[in-house]
């Protein structure tokens, strides 16, 4: 799950087998979700999920008891197969599994990519806000090529995206900037400049991860752009130019259904709306009241 750059067919690293969505069903608690098929070969657990056991195909697990994947929260059953664009006779299939629910807060789960905030800058590394119920633990030299003398420099509230290492209960999330299986940055890393989306609902996020109905496919025929996807309800989006971020941000809040006006302005947008649309509101107000503001100004002083 790479970032998105500004091409009309954007790069995909894996895509779906049959070319369709498969059909969700609702489970509870306790309940077993199905067993992989002999030709799958990496099963990949998400939010909602847990398991006894290694998980593989029926190939390597004769016994029938030998892995079991239960589910911990009631929702819908999300399951996804997926190939990797290997240059092979035979490419591996990764089945992906979660538990779609109507949660707002979000549960990490490793392998999952997610857009957070710097809050506590460290010698040994930083804290980062996921949306999750503690903070996410981010490693100095989680990065690509990052030595002691040499690392990236991160300041408070610098967004980052980055792919979850380590996700137990009870215990603070850890996360890195950087493709374990490549030692590659794969598109991870600080996010520069651009705006980012938030309040997004995590089942939107998936789906726009996966490009199920090309939506943003066809959105880059139209306009270049970068994009950031995280399964933890943010998306950050970087166009050609300002206007063109902006149209976008627009565009992506009405695909998702987001109220843009409860996603919070940066802090350089602050001091512009203090600084050009201060006066304006002022006269806003006034004349709401039945004033003119030459009125309100006497009156105020």
Excluded at 153 to 167: K, P
Excluded at 222 to 234: H, Q, S, T
Aim: glycine fraction near 10%; include cysteine.
């Amino acid at each position: 799950m790479t970032r998105r750059k500004d091409s009309a067919s954007p790069p995909h690293r894996r895509r779906l087998v049959d070319g369709s969505p498969e059909l969700m069903t609702f489970v509870l608690p306790g309940e077993t979700a199905p067993r992989p098929s002999d030709a799958i070969s990496i099963v990949k657990l998400g939010p909602g999920l847990g398991h006894l056991g290694p998980l593989h195909g029926n190939k390597s697990n004769k016994d029938d008891n030998a892995s079991t994947v239960t589910v911990i929260k009631s929702g819908l059953l999300g399951q996804e197969t997926l190939s990797t664009n290997r240059q092979t006779e035979s490419a591996e299939l990764t089945q992906s599994l979660w538990i779609d629910s109507a949660g707002k807060r979000y549960n990490p789960s490793p392998s999952e990519s997610v857009i957070g905030f710097v809050t506590y800058r460290g010698a040994e590394g930083y804290r980062v806000d996921i949306g999750a119920s503690q903070p996410a633990n981010l490693d100095a030299l989680a990065f690509q090529g990052a030595t002691k003398r040499s690392k990236p420099q991160l300041n408070l509230g610098a967004a980052v995206y980055a792919r979850v290492s380590l996700a137990y209960a009870f215990v603070e999330p850890e996360i890195e900037c950087y493709d374990p299986t490549t030692q590659k940055s794969a598109g991870f890393g600080e996010l520069e400049g651009g705006m980012i989306l938030r309040d997004v609902p995590l089942r939107k996020c998936r789906e726009l991860l996966a490009d199920k109905d090309a939506a943003l496919s066809e959105l880059g025929k139209k306009m270049p752009f970068e994009l950031a996807i995280g399964v933890n309800g943010r998306i950050w989006l970087k166009g050609a130019d300002t206007a063109s971020t902006l149209e976008l941000y627009q565009t992506l809040a009405n695909m998702c259904s987001v109220q843009v006006a409860g996603n919070r302005p940066s802090a350089a947008m602050l001091a512009f709306e203090r600084l050009y649309f201060a006066p304006i509101r002022g006269d806003i107000i006034s004349r709401a009241r039945g004033q003119t503001p030459n009125a309100a100004s006497r009156t105020n002083g």
